[in-house]
């Protein structure tokens, strides 16, 4: 019995650390990837990842980490060599994977407590105490959802289009509650019916990593990388 209660207790407590919400919780942080940068030579340190979710540290399951490692090797060395063009299509393209990757990251977060809400699985008392616990959620969402439009990896309108489906997603639960009516006007927008008001987003256009001073590509990194292997080797050897 004491080994059934530990491991129920231990259910509720990764359960409750899952679901990173309550009225009282923190203000937004932004997420953060790669927040260590890479050393200057072959062989520092190399990036580590954490901050995949807001209210998380080091949390990152080993799932992630082969799926990043696979997408290495499939995106930047699939082949032996490309020329000048295709590297720098593929740098454009990780960038804009890593940026979208973001805002979907941030919008799970309020469709998958919105889908519990629907389902039963969470049970806010009113919806007043519904908007309290997303309203954190879906100000971040928002914001960097906007902060990808700046950076001009997705369009100003697929954003607001974006903005505009998690707030529908909200009203279409709220009403399914009982908590609202449905609108008289049906075009009406649901951030208006929902009684949300946007977060504003102060943010300006930063340039490019590869624009910076001591970027390196890739294809750098590993030939810097050779070149410390062989050098290890030859130390080995003599």
Known sequence: EGVLAAAALLSAAVTAAGRRRGVAKAASTPSVVMVKPAGAFAGGTGHTVQGFLRGEEDVVSGGVTMRLRRTCWNLWFKKSTYKNRRKKELRNRSYNIQMINRYKRAMRVVTRYVKGVRNGRENPASFEEFMATLKDDLDH????????????????????GRKDKLCWYVRRAAIEKG??????????????????????????????????????SPYMLKREFDEWKESKKQEAAA
Do not use: H, S
């Open 141 to 160: 969402a928002c914001l960097t959802i906007d902060e990808v439009c700046v950076q001009g990896v997705i369009k100003k309108e697929g954003a607001a």
């Open 179 to 216: 908590w609202l009516e449905p609108p008289q006007d049906r075009f009406e927008k649901a951030m208006v019916t929902i009684g949300y008001k946007m977060p504003v987003n102060y943010k300006l256009r930063e340039p490019r990593p590869w624009q910076l001073p001591g970027w390196k």
